[in-house]
């Protein structure tokens, strides 16, 4: 063993690799939060509040329709980043890490997917 | 190991009697923020879902949202948006290797504070008399 280097023993172990990749798509899920956080804010508090026909009224636009559907998919993929790391970062037990971790990609996509069907079916009717 | 014996030495700076500073606490409270705002995006998906059913489910969501409790919650959740969003755009800033020094750090800070809270005044005057 001690006639390897570092390298050696590392080679293939753990998630070298992986850490670029995922700063990354943060970075890009960020800056596409700026723009869409604010077109997203701003109907949405307008709309709430209201009644049932303003309500749709308002996301059957095709742009607040579509701002929302973004807004939804890159925010939620977003938090499952963030949360990806908190849970990295606190959770030591393996097997609870795998399991949230896990858990963490499942509720995320959940709930981006049941506001992206949501707001289409608001749009499409 | 090296050094295992460090002797019997006060540890510095100790967590429960450190005075954390500005950059600290606000990266803190990005975190806190981001994890907050996942719950309210939750709270956001289900009104979507009751606009996209029925006008009486509608009425009950939009109705439990905007109680005193449902307004309250969307303040908060309100104001962690736009202090999130802003110290956002401060990593964004941090990420390109700009902007360490220390008297830059504590006035970004406060910039973005003081941002956050008067978005989040606008933010409520529109959507009262939007």
């Known amino acids: ?125 | 190991m090296a050094d295992v014996n460090r002797g019997n030495r006060p540890l510095s700076p100790h967590l429960t009697v450190y005075r954390l500073p500005l950059t600290a606490r606000m990266s803190i409270l990005h975190r806190f923020t981001g994890l907050g705002l996942g719950a309210a995006a939750i709270l956001v998906v289900w009104w979507f879902l009751a606009a996209a059913s029925s006008p009486s489910y509608f009425d009950f969501a939009d109705g439990l949202l905007t109680s005193w409790l449902g307004n309250l919650v969307l303040f908060v959740a309100l104001v962690a948006l736009w202090y999130h969003f802003f110290n956002g755009v401060r990593h964004l800033i941090w990420d390109t290797g700009e902007a360490f020094e220390v008297s830059t750090l504590r006035t970004s800070g406060i910039a973005v504070l003081v941002a956050a809270g008067v978005m989040s005044i606008i933010t409520v005057v529109i959507a009262l008399w939007g």
Not at chain 1, 23 to 46: D, K, Y
């Open chain 1, 1 to 125: 063993m001690q006639y390897r280097t570092d390298r050696q023993r590392i080679t293939g172990l753990g998630t070298a690799g992986e850490g670029v990749g995922h700063w990354w798509s943060q970075r890009l899920t960020s800056i596409g939060l700026v723009p869409l956080s604010l077109c997203f804010l701003f109907p949405f508090v307008r709309a709430l509040g209201t009644d049932f026909e303003t309500a749709r009224e308002i996301y059957s636009h095709p742009f607040n329709a579509v701002v929302a559907i973004l807004f939804f998919a890159v925010g939620f993929l977003h938090l499952q980043q963030g949360v990806q790391v908190v849970i990295e970062d606190y959770v030591h037990d393996k097997p609870t890490r795998t399991v949230l971790l896990l858990a963490n990609v499942l509720f995320c996509a959940a709930f981006a997917f049941t506001g992206i069907f949501a707001v289409a079916k608001i749009a499409f009717a």
